[in-house]
């Protein structure tokens, strides 16, 4: 059984494979430099490197932090028994969660995060 911090396996093995891909550019990029190959077919395994190794991190990114915010909007959902004075909130997060961009979620998890926050005190 998977606990709660664990990345699922499948994203593991994909992000894995990814990191092993990038290390075979990065011996060839070795490889090139040692032939003394053109600068500019040089900086085009660079720029593929760092699309890749962006491509990886955004994977973890957005499996971590939207698991965060889906099972804090569900927390929040669940101690706000309709009268919380969040509720808006709450129900805003539910209808547009499956549209958050990455770059919105760690917003919306403070958000998410407060509103739990103040249904604690």
């Not at 891909?21 to 660079?46: A, H, R, V, W, Y």
């Not at 917003?107 to 509103?115: F, P, S, T």
Request: charged share 30%; hydrophobic share 40%; proline share 3%.
């Amino acid at each position: 059984m998977q606990k709660e911090t664990e990345l699922p396996i499948d994203l593991t093995r994909d992000i894995k494979k990814r990191l092993k891909t990038l290390s075979g550019q990065i011996n060839g990029i070795i490889k090139m430099l040692d032939e003394g190959k053109d600068p500019e077919q040089i900086n085009i395994q660079f720029k593929s490197i760092d699309k890749g190794i962006q491509k990886a991190h955004f994977l973890l990114l957005d499996e971590v932090y939207r698991k965060a915010l889906a099972i804090g909007i569900v927390n929040a959902a669940n101690a706000c028994p309709g009268n919380c004075g969040n509720e808006e909130k709450i129900a805003f997060l539910q209808l547009e969660f499956p549209k958050i961009e990455l770059d919105d979620i760690t917003q919306k998890l403070k958000e998410i995060q407060a509103i739990e926050q103040r249904m604690k005190e």
